[in-house]
């Protein structure tokens, strides 16, 4: 059992249910008007699982302002705990829209490396949005908070990976004096970049598109699905039993 499983249930009951594309759409609008520097996230059973012994990441979570569902596996457990898992808001689908919505409006970019970050932010201003500064995931906290209060960027997409990502977005909320929209987006930019590829859609359809991934990266996907989401779901179904 994790030592705080308050806190995982806590992160579960944080999740926003979208039960439609209207309130999806709400949602991108009230993103685009911020008033002070603001966090999104995703909980999928992945991070649920480093969660598990990883109290800062737990806590940041939590503290999101902003909690999204992301996959098949929160989806069946969040019933569990009253909470209605609606649209599946995963990130590579719902960044790419909240980046639409930032168009022409100055935007950070931090997180894996060259090429695909260059690609990535090319793609990105081919599309309106307004790139002021870019950087690898593998410097330090100080580094992105710097170029952060330097551009004042309005969107912040962190592609760092879990949990640097978590722990450097609260950072830049706690320490930023400008409003704008951080959002922890996992693999997105290299998603974007090419350098992992979609599922086809039908796979998509079925839910499926993580046994999709496995496909393509077996060595490296084996103990994030094979053993982690069976593991997720044990570790739920305790939490289920043994809470209040």
């Known amino acids: 059992m994790s030592e705080n499983p308050e806190e995982i249930i806590r992160i579960l009951k ?4 979208i039960p439609d594309d209207a309130t999806e759409n709400q949602l991108l609008h009230d993103l685009t008007g911020l008033d002070a520097p603001t966090v999104l996230s995703f909980v999928n059973a992945h991070a649920i699982n480093l969660s598990w012994h990883d109290s800062a990441l737990r806590r940041t979570l939590i503290a999101s302002d902003v909690l999204l569902r992301d996959g098949i596996g929160v989806e069946v457990v969040l019933p569990w ?3 209605q898992p609606g649209l ?4 590579t689908d719902f960044i790419p829209k909240i980046i639409t919505a930032f168009r022409g409006r100055r935007i950070a970019v931090f997180g894996t490396r060259p090429p695909w970050l260059d690609t990535a932010a090319n793609i990105i201003r081919e599309q309106g949005g307004n790139v002021v500064c870019t950087s690898d995931g593998f ?9 952060a209060k330097e551009h004042e960027p309005e969107l912040i997409v962190l592609a760092m990976g879990m949990p640097k990502q978590e722990l450097q977005s609260q950072r830049l909320k706690n320490e930023l004096d400008h409003p704008c929209l951080i959002v922890n987006g996992g693999a997105v930019i290299d998603f974007m970049a090419g350098k992992v590829s979609r599922a086809p859609v039908f796979i998509r359809r079925m839910k499926m598109e993580w046994l ?3 496909a393509l990266e077996p060595r490296r996907m084996f103990d994030r699905y094979v053993i982690g989401n069976p593991l997720f779901l044990w570790r739920c179904h305790r939490l289920r039993r043994t809470s209040p």
Do not use: E
């Not at 944080?14 to 249910?17: E, G, L």
């Not at 599946?88 to 990130?91: I, K, L, Q, S, V």
């Open 14 to 17: 944080t999740v926003r249910s």
């Open 81 to 83: 705990f009253s909470v």
């Open 139 to 147: 410097q330090d906290s100080n580094h992105y908070l710097n170029l």
């Open 212 to 214: 999709y991934r496995l």
């Open 88 to 91: 599946n808001m995963n990130g």
